[in-house]
């Protein structure tokens, strides 16, 4: 749960030139793979452009950070087949509603290296 308190954004450059914005750790960078699958599987697939992804991702990253400060795991809540109670819902619509700016990420302008697993791919900054 407090994972979900130091999540950021990364861009994902391939070697065609494609962007794809990655939920990672910020201290570590590595992705989290549920967020990737449903990033990949359910906004990617429809064709949606990279800023739609990332406008996307970054809410799905402020409302994980909101439940974290809520102290609500949602990842347990899914497995063992609870949902939000109602005051959860509401404190969380709420937390939507407040004004948010996004840090600037440290290093803006330079890349990193991606894993070999992603061949010709490197991390955005």
């Known amino acids: 749960m407090e994972y979900y308190e130091d999540l950021g954004i990364r861009n994902l450059v391939f070697a065609s030139g494609e962007r794809f914005p990655l939920i990672a750790a910020s201290d570590t960078g590595v992705?989290?793979?549920?967020?990737?699958?449903?990033?990949?599987?359910?906004?990617?697939?429809?064709?949606?452009?990279t800023s739609?992804?990332?406008?996307?991702?970054?809410?799905?990253?402020?409302?994980?950070?909101?439940?974290?400060?809520?102290?609500?795991?949602l990842q347990e809540r899914i497995y063992n087949g609870r949902l939000l109670e109602t005051g959860e819902l509401e404190?969380?619509?709420?937390?939507?509603?407040?004004?948010?700016?996004?840090?600037?990420?440290?290093?803006?302008?330079?890349?990193?290296?991606?894993?070999?697993?992603?061949?010709?791919?490197k991390l955005a900054l």
Not at 58 to 66: K, N, S, V, Y
Not at 91 to 109: A, H, I
């Open 31 to 49: 992705p989290d793979f549920e967020i990737t699958f449903y990033v990949l599987t359910q906004l990617r697939s429809r064709n949606l452009s």
């Open 52 to 73: 739609t992804i990332t406008v996307a991702s970054r809410a799905i990253m402020f409302g994980l950070q909101l439940l974290a400060q809520m102290r609500v795991d």
């Open 91 to 121: 404190r969380l619509v709420d937390g939507f509603s407040w004004p948010y700016e996004y840090p600037m990420p440290k290093g803006r302008g330079s890349s990193i290296e991606f894993p070999p697993y992603f061949p010709g791919a």
